[in-house]
């Protein structure tokens, strides 16, 4: 009804304070509900980076075989184990594997690892570490240790070893010195020490040793085969269905991420549902605004409609003349607000460089046209009352002969 | 003389109980194509309720009411209205003019709000009703500064728009000087004249009244003259 929205438009243009006035107050729900789109998903992004960005999204781990069980003659349960067989939990296939999974779609990354426990000496210090074999060239696919590398190399090969930052001044290292590891089931090595780094996460700086996968292997006499394999995901919402998947095509026990995870899971979601809870506010204060100047209008026009009426408008021209109305405010008011949320988010660093003490703003999810579109609609549902209100104005008595 | 519309027997009743007005009380009317009309009657009496109900803006109480051959007592919202839009025109005493629409744009409203849009062919006719009332000079004049008489010859022409039958004018120089009130009924006379449309006039004004062919008057809720 091109004549409808003729009519809709001029009655916006022609008291113009007014419909600025509205169309503003319209901007603002609009600004908080980007603000908080922005601010509830960099959050979110932040503390997911923070918690899980540096760990795997899904783990194969070798299924430590359980020990064969004897029945005495007399009923008692025997548990049969050899000592060559502690360390024989392998994934011996990891040539066939690692390519398969590094194939799916959405898999960002697959690292096959050989890990184990040791201790580190240097003269008389002694530290136990969890050491990690890792292949050369994918030191950083997991953990992003080249981010963090505070001096020397990331690159691992034979006879090196990585540290953190806190476990070489415990040993009182520093780059091209020597030190012993010797793993827990005996292997020993002496290794060069080639990088350091420092993640911020104690866990990390002061108990992780990285060395070549094949120095762990010596080191944990592992002849072939990796005793976990890590994967990194492009998303890590998707983890869930990524592992069911990872099972499917190799048969493997793979494990997200989400396994254990319920605390951070539960705590996302309820800074999710405030979230939804103050945006669901602002589109109610939309609405509300709406239908109030609608209505105030709708009494205001009641003669003009009362003319319309007789001149031979329908009852659904009149709704459409103030739905129109309704839709047109909602549109610029929330273009309007868009537009100024995402001026307001420019200035806030982007998500790779949210750093602690400032809000974690992420511009990318502001939910512009979620916005504009819930507030369309929310603006239209908000005329309808109006619009039922002056499609019922008798004429008789609005024209008041 | 042929026949535009019928009324027989109609009562209208405002309220109930205690508060009843009883405005009409069987009044019947009948009225030609072509004809010019005249309504008196003391304040009350009840013309512009008359005329609400002739115009399908109210039904009565009781009654029938047939124009163009079509009971108007029957008839829906949607059909009343669509009624209105092709065979009636109005002009009222007050309120009558769209203020934030120019006065081409009033006129052209009732064919506009039937086609859904403005045409060229509806501001044509639209200008050529403008320029027969005197207002060439006013045609893309928003209304909100016209003079008392001169929003009164845009609602005439208005009314006139669609080419109805019949034009229903509530006291329409009610409230202009007698010179501006004279130009508006001469003009009125004009268009009855060279389009054969059909006009009541409800007015106080003996001088109004004797412009018209024909004079109705109402009292007691009846035609008594
Ligand atoms: N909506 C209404 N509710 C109740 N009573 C009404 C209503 N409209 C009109 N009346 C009453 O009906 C009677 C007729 O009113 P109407 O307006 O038709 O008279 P009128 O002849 O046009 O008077 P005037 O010359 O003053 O315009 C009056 O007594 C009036 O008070
Ligand atoms: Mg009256």
């Known amino acids: ?401 | 003389m042929t026949v535009l519309l019928e009324l027989r027997d109609v009562f209208k009743t405002y309220g109930t109980g205690e508060a009843a007005t009883r405005v009409l009380r069987g009044l019947s009317l009948q009225l030609d194509g072509a004809e010019m009309a005249a309504l008196l009657g003391p304040s009350g009496s009840g013309k512009s309720t008359l005329l609400t109900i002739l115009g399908t803006l109210m039904k009565p109480t009781s009654g029938s009411y047939t124009m163009l051959g079509q009971d108007m007592i029957a008839g829906g919202d949607n059909e009343l209205t669509e009624f209105r839009n092709r065979h009636i025109g109005f002009v009222f005493q007050f309120h009558n003019l769209l203020p934030d629409f120019t006065a081409l744009e009033n006129v052209i409203f009732p064919t506009a709000v039937r086609e859904g849009r403005e045409t060229n062919a509806a501001r044509m006719r639209g200008r050529d009703l403008l320029s027969r009332m005197g207002l060439s000079d006013r045609i893309n004049f928003p209304t909100a500064n016209l003079s008392g008489g001169q929003k009164q010859r845009v609602a005439v022409a208005r009314a006139l728009m669609n080419r109805p039958e019949l034009v229903l004018a509530d006291e329409p120089t009610g409230n202009l000087d007698s010179a501006s009130a004279i130009q508006v009924m001469d003009l009125i006379a004009q268009i009855n004249r060279e389009e054969e449309t059909t006009f009541l006039i409800s007015t106080h004004d003996e001088k109004i009244a004797n412009l018209c062919r024909r004079q109705i008057v109402v009292g007691d809720g009846v035609v008594t003259g």
Do not use: C
């Open chain 1, 1 to 401: 009804m091109l004549y409808a929205l003729k009519i809709a438009t001029r009655y916006l243009t022609a008291n113009k304070a007014q419909t600025a006035l509205l169309v503003a107050g319209v901007a603002v729900g609009v600004f908080i509900f980007i603000f908080m789109s922005a601010l509830i998903g960099g959050l979110a992004e932040f503390i997911l980076s923070r918690t899980v960005g540096d760990i795997s999204h899904i783990t194969i781990a070798a299924e430590a075989d359980d020990p064969a069980l004897l029945f005495s003659p007399d009923g008692q349960v025997l548990i049969a184990t050899e000592r060559s067989r502690i360390r024989a939990a392998t994934l011996t296939d990891v040539a066939t594997w690692v390519p398969m999974i590094e194939a799916l779609p959405g898999v960002r990354a697959v690292s096959p690892q050989i890990t184990g426990a040791g201790f580190l000496t240097r003269g008389a210090q002694t530290d136990q570490v969890s050491v990690t074999g890792v292949e050369p060239g994918r030191e950083s696919v997991i953990l992003n240790l080249s981010g963090y590398m505070v001096e020397g190399d990331v690159r691992l090969g034979s006879g090196l070893v990585v540290l953190g930052r806190d476990l070489a001044d415990d040993l009182n290292l520093s780059i091209g010195q020597t030190l012993r590891l010797q793993s827990a089931n005996g292997g020993t090595a002496a290794l060069t020490l080639s990088g350091i780094f420092r993640t911020g996460n104690g866990g990390i700086d002061g108990a992780r040793a990285f060395v070549s996968l094949s120095t762990a292997r010596t080191l944990f006499a592992v002849p072939q085969g990796v005793t976990q394999i890590e994967i990194k995901l492009d998303d890590l919402n998707t983890a869930d269905a990524m592992a069911l998947r990872i099972r499917a095509l190799t048969g493997l026990d793979a494990v997200p991420w989400t396994d254990g995870a319920g605390q951070l899971r539960e705590a996302l979601n309820a800074q999710a549902q405030t979230g939804y809870f103050l945006k669901t506010f602002a589109l109610i204060t939309i609405v509300i605004g709406v239908a109030s100047a609608l209505l105030l209008s709708t009494y205001r026009r009641r003669p003009e409609i009362g003319i319309m009426r007789a001149m031979g408008a329908g009852r659904g021209f009149v709704v459409f003349v103030f739905v129109t109305q309704g839709a047109l405010i909602g549109m610029m008011g929330g273009i309007t607000g868009a537009a100024l949320g995402y001026l307001a988010l420019l200035p806030f660093p982007s998500r790779e460089a949210f750093r602690s003490g400032t809000l974690p703003m992420d511009i990318t999810q502001g939910s512009y046209g979620l916005a504009i579109t819930l507030t369309v609609i929310g603006a239209i549902l908000a005329s309808i009352l109006p619009a039922r209100a002056a499609a019922r104005v008798d004429p008789v008595t609005a024209i008041g002969q």
